[in-house]
T-cell receptor
Framework: DQQVKQNSPSLSVQEGRISILNCDYT??????FLWYKKYPAEGPTFLIS?????DKNEDGRFTVFLNKSAKHLSLHIVPSQPGDSAVYFC???????????FGTGTRLKVLA | ETGVTQSPTHLIKTRGQQVTLRCSSQ?????VSWYQQALGQGPQFIFQ???????GRGNFPPRFSGLQFPNYSSELNVNALELDDSALYLC??????????????FGPGTRLTVT
């Protein structure tokens, strides 16, 4: 039972344009969501998080949107840069459990 | 500030053997989690340790066990290795403690191959 789903295995975007990565979840108890970026031969790097009490969180070029009623979150990267090319994982947790449930990842390729 | 480190980087073992993987937490972090990432999948939670006690466990059999030491470093032990145990093993540390959630910071992982 995949509680966190990233239905797009890959995405290609032109440099300078917007990248939108999507994530759906099924467990209504999840109240904390994160995005991680992973380069080959490295561990996942924390990008941005959002609590369920918010619907948007912004950090520089990265913005995460949360739609609780649809159980959907998205990561927007504007403008996209070639260095953003990586696999992006979304993760969710219930408050206090510290256990993250990860999606299967979306491979983003930003074309120069 | 030193990040999360893991050793070894790569390891090849034979089915039935035992393996120990090691992790040093980021300075100031008292919670360590271990994840298994199979090829093409997201990381799957194995277990977590908080102040030397197991604080939660995922759907992994008892042959996966762990330890956390007073300096908050940690070990993952896997007994009776199976071919399906071949994966990237990730350690993550966080400040932890109390209610709420904290970002977890990952090490580079140990690539285990079981033949």
């Amino acid at each position: 039972d995949q509680q966190v789903k990233q239905n797009s295995p890959s995405l290609s975007v032109q440099e300078g344009r917007i990248s939108i990565l999507n994530c759906d979840y099924t467990n209504s108890m999840f109240d904390y969501f994160l995005w991680y970026k992973k380069y080959p031969a490295e561990g996942p790097t924390f990008l941005i998080s959002i609590s369920s009490i918010k619907d948007k969180n912004e950090d520089g070029r990265f913005t995460v949107f949360l739609n609780k009623s649809a159980k959907h979150l998205s990561l927007h990267i504007v403008p996209s840069q070639p260095g953003d090319s990586a696999v992006y994982f979304c993760a969710a947790s219930e408050q206090g459990t510290y256990k993250y449930i990860f999606g299967t990842g979306t491979r983003l390729k930003v074309l120069a | 500030e030193t990040g999360v480190t893991q050793s070894p980087t790569h390891l090849i073992k034979t089915r039935g053997q035992q393996v120990t993987l090691r992790c040093s937490s980021q300075s100031g972090h008292n919670t360590v989690s271990w994840y298994q990432q199979a090829l093409g999948q997201g990381p799957q939670f194995i277990f977590q340790y908080y102040r030397e006690e197991e604080n939660g466990r995922g759907n992994f059999p008892p042959r996966f066990s762990g330890l956390q030491f007073p300096n908050y470093s940690s070990e993952l032990n896997v007994n009776a290795l199976e071919l399906d145990d071949s994966a990237l093993y990730l350690c993550a540390s966080s400040p932890g403690g109390g209610d709420g959630t904290y970002e977890q910071y990952f090490g580079p992982g140990t690539r285990l191959t079981v033949t």
